[in-house]
């Protein structure tokens, strides 16, 4: 049984050890141990594998004509369909609040309004003249009117 001659490198040192990434120290380290430790050379392996499948990956192309194909859509007002649902929701509930404002305006109104003029006895419409002409008799609660012939 043999032993090993370092510790087991990590993950990321044995990913740099493949890209090249380690000093040459390192790297105669890393080769050393793998050759000599089952468990790191199946790591090695397998770290091997998933880099030449990923440098095998071909870019992806959108299809030709997409992106005019995209802009004649946003110019005709193309939307996605559960946005224009909600818009129109909100539209709605919008116009609702508005239509119970009013109401509530409305309401309002009458409520400040006067109340029609009650029939007024000669004598409350003398008193309200006076107290109009800032009489200082106004307050008094009766009027003697004379009436003066020529
Ligand atoms: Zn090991």
Redesign the pocket.
């Known amino acids: 049984m043999s032993t ?1 001659p ?4 990590g993950g990321s040192e044995l990913s740099s050890y493949l890209d090249g990434g380690l000093s040459d120290r390192r790297t105669k380290a890393v080769a050393r ?2 050759e ?6 199946r ?1 090695l392996a397998a770290l091997r594998k998933v880099s030449s499948a990923l440098a095998s990956q071909e870019e992806v192309e959108p299809r030709p004509g997409w992106l005019s194909r995209v802009q004649e859509q946003v110019a005709a007002g193309a939307r996605p369909a559960s946005t224009a649902r909600i818009r129109h929701r909100l539209r709605l509930r919008l116009a609702g609040g508005i239509a119970a404002v009013a109401v509530g305006l409305v309401s309002v109104g009458l409520w400040l309004a006067p109340p029609p003029p009650a029939p007024v006895s000669f004598q409350d419409e003398v008193r309200q003249h006076l107290v109009q002409m800032s009489n200082p008799l106004s307050d008094q609660t009766s009027y003697v009117v004379e009436a003066r012939y020529p």
């Open positions: 090993l370092e510790r087991h490198p141990h793998v000599a430790c089952p468990a790191c050379g790591e």
